[in-house]
């Protein structure tokens, strides 16, 4: 891999765990004013969709065969990357701490490693082991040591599913998917998700509602439209987001661009300490820099060792 070519997916993961990291301090003023989650992150993947769909049609230039030559891999994206995973995690959090959820789910990256080690029968690198240690053990400090505590089984199940789903949006981001554009791969599976997650919502399997009002932004120093932190969370926090992690995993492969997304926790973190007041304590700092170390270790490993083809979830 030629060194400005990951130069550019480092730089694609850091735009993507920054605009992840929007998320929840533009999503809160939602929920305070009585939307859903389920509705939130429904009328997300619905405007996301939608903001990317010119640059899908500009990228793909008349090459719909392209866009159906990758008909699994953006089905995958939809349903698993998105829907399901999105369902699970606030099926998670309505039955457990929503620090414990996120935890969970994070673990995304040591599952990676864990199905590579079982498919391959070949012991990770030791900088991976040591890096997998680190990050886990920043992740912690970050989201709270109090996340890890007994709690109800079926949120732990559905958390888990969501850390498997999330595997999943990796390793499908790494793939080459028959010559489909990052963008485009964003743009379709956000377009194919928000009608199944609408779906669900409607279903009543999870609560669905959603108020019009004005909200309040910046720790209840300004108020605004609705509408604003959605175009906000829509845009930067799931358009962008999620079109440069795609692109970031395509070029750095499923294993590094995971660990990298950890730092989303940490980029939400001091979002949440600017905009809403949430202060950051100096164990989260901490814990972003065994985040750090993590990462380090993980980029460390040798070429050599890393596997020819990404291991496949689906």
Do not use: H
């Not at 994206?77 to 309505?94: C, D, E, K, R, W």
């Not at 009608?195 to 509602?209: K, S």
């Amino acid at each position: 891999m030629r060194t400005s070519s990951k130069s550019a997916g480092l730089v694609a993961a850091a735009v993507s765990f920054i605009s992840f990291g929007t998320s929840g301090a533009f999503v809160k003023p939602l929920l305070e004013a009585g939307w859903s989650p389920a509705a939130a992150v429904t009328a997300r993947a619905l405007l996301a969709g939608l903001v990317l769909l010119p640059f899908v049609v500009y990228s793909l230039r008349g090459r719909w065969d392209v866009l159906w030559q990758a008909r699994w891999p953006v089905l995958s994206m939809g349903v698993v990357g998105v829907a399901v995973t999105q369902v699970l995690y606030f099926a998670a959090i309505a039955r457990i701490p929503v620090a414990t959820a996120l935890l969970i789910e994070f673990l995304a990256p040591l599952l990676l490693v864990g199905f590579t080690w079982a498919v391959s029968r070949r012991t990770p690198a030791a900088v991976v082991l040591i890096g997998s240690v680190l990050a886990v053990g920043g992740l912690v400090l970050v989201i709270g040591p109090g996340a890890i505590q007994s709690v109800d089984p079926l949120g732990l199940i559905a958390a888990f599913g969501a850390a498997i789903g999330c595997a999943v949006y990796f390793v499908i981001a790494a793939r080459p998917n028959n010559g489909l554009p990052p963008v485009a791969l964003a743009g379709a599976g956000m377009l194919l998700a928000a009608p199944i997650l609408a779906v669900i919502g409607l279903t009543g399997l999870l609560p669905f509602t959603a108020t019009f009002g004005d909200v309040s932004l910046f720790d209840g120093d300004a108020t605004t439209a609705w509408w604003v932190p959605l175009l906000v969370v829509a845009v930067a926090g799931t358009a962008v987001a999620y079109a440069t992690g795609i692109t970031a995993s395509g070029i750095l492969g499923s294993r590094l661009a995971s660990f990298i997304a950890l730092l989303e926790v940490v980029s939400a973190s001091l979002f949440a300490w600017l905009l809403l007041g949430e202060e950051l304590s100096p164990l989260q700092l901490f814990g972003g820099v065994l985040i750090l170390g993590g990462i380090a270790s993980v980029r460390a490993e040798r070429p050599a060792a890393e596997p020819a083809v990404e291991p496949s979830l689906v």
